[in-house]
Nanobody, 122 residues
């Protein structure tokens, strides 16, 4: 499975942005998939996760209520709608797939996209 993230950019605080992650291969549809982010000098952190069928979303406390994860398996695509963006949301955002169910750590995902940069100015 290959993942391609896109949709990042430079926005102002309070703005919205939607990230997309397009996957190759039908196997993506059977995987729990997620978004992570990594800010400069920090470790990669979990943002949100969605089951293969698009249900049971989970979010980190820092984005809960502002971000929404979804997927369209017919298009082999996962999305992250980001509203009310804050400067602290500035990071490279990565999509990941095939969760082993062990926890929210990055090591629990087998496939990764290349990342898309989101910069939020104050």
């Amino acid at each position: 499975v290959q993942l391609q993230a896109s949709g990042g950019g430079l926005v102002q605080a309070g703005d919205s942005l939607r990230l997309s992650c397009v996957a190759s291969g039908r196997a993506f549809r059977s995987y729990t998939s997620a978004w992570f982010r990594q800010a400069p000098g920090k470790e990669r952190e979990f943002v949100a996760r969605v089951r293969s069928g698009g249900y049971d979303p989970a979010y980190s406390d820092s984005v809960k209520g502002r971000f929404t994860i979804s997927r369209d398996n017919a298009k082999n695509t996962m999305y992250l709608q980001m509203n009310s963006l804050k400067p602290d949301d500035t990071a490279v955002y990565y999509c990941a797939a095939q969760w082993n169910g062990a926890g929210n750590g990055a090591s629990n995902y087998a496939y990764w996209g290349q990342g898309t940069l989101v910069t939020v100015s104050s």
